[in-house]
């Protein structure tokens, strides 16, 4: 999925974890052209009740049915859309299963498979919680290093990874890392800890969710610092924070002002 920002607003949310009036309050507040989230709808610790679950599971089911609204697939969704036990991480239970499952009804698997593992935003890779150059193949890492190659590549592992999804099985998109717990050396797709795993990749700019702050943050940079001068942004922060991407330029934005 490639999202260009070019005569466009491009709406990028943090993760959401059941803060369903904060986020539509900030999506009419901006009245984008496009919204994207790097997911994780699920699993709240101060917004938990059955409301709360069932109030997510329907805006998520409602928003990803429109042209312009794209999620990211956070492990706090992923473990509620497979049935893998080794997906499952803090805050699950199967009661909260029981009532995601019922919410989105016979809309079940359509929700699931429009959840995205990654997209682009002009030159920015937006996945979960970052891309760690230990899972780059040597073509890459070695070869011709271009977003096309990355993107390809990273389609046949997307490929590969469905597949196995789909059978109960898993990659190393969903390995949780030593910082999390894990048995990997780093995190995944969903599972790459910003504060103690990521590492920018020369030549390439993320953005990424998963790792909470206040703020939006950079890469070990947490003070002092223009932030939007960084090629890489952790944008969970509560929804305290946001961008906004308009023609390839990125604005910061928060909740406070609103």
Request: negative net charge.
């Amino acid at each position: 999925m490639q999202l260009s920002s070019t005569n466009k607003r491009i709406l990028v949310l943090g993760d959401i974890h059941q803060e369903i009036d904060k986020l539509n309050k900030i999506i009419e507040y901006e009245a984008a052209d496009v919204v994207v989230t790097t997911g994780d709808w699920f699993d709240s610790f101060n917004k938990d009740s059955d409301r709360d679950v069932r109030k997510s599971a329907l805006y998520l089911k409602r928003s990803i049915k429109k042209d312009n609204f794209f999620s990211i697939a956070g492990n706090h969704c992923i473990s509620y859309l497979y049935s893998n036990h080794r997906l499952r991480c803090s805050g699950y239970t199967d009661y909260k299963d029981t009532l995601i499952f019922e919410a989105l009804g016979d809309d079940f698997l359509a929700v699931r498979d429009k959840l995205l593992w990654y997209l682009w935003i002009d030159d920015f890779l937006v996945t979960h919680a970052g891309l760690h150059y230990s899972y780059l193949p040597p073509s890459i890492v070695i070869g011709d290093f271009t977003k096309d190659n990355i993107d390809k590549w990273l389609q046949s592992e997307v490929e590969k990874n469905n597949k196995l999804m789909a059978s109960g099985g898993q990659t190393w998109f969903t390995a949780a890392g030593y910082a999390r717990g894990g048995n990997a050396k780093y995190g995944g797709l969903v599972w790459c800890d910003f504060d103690v795993e990521f590492e920018p990749i020369a030549g390439l700019s993320q953005l990424l969710g998963h790792t909470p702050h206040n703020i939006i943050l950079a890469p070990r940079e947490f003070g002092g610092m223009n932030v939007l001068e960084s090629d890489n942004l952790d944008v969970d922060c509560h929804l305290n924070q946001w961008l906004i991407i308009h023609n390839q330029k990125l604005e910061l934005k928060s909740y406070r002002d609103l």
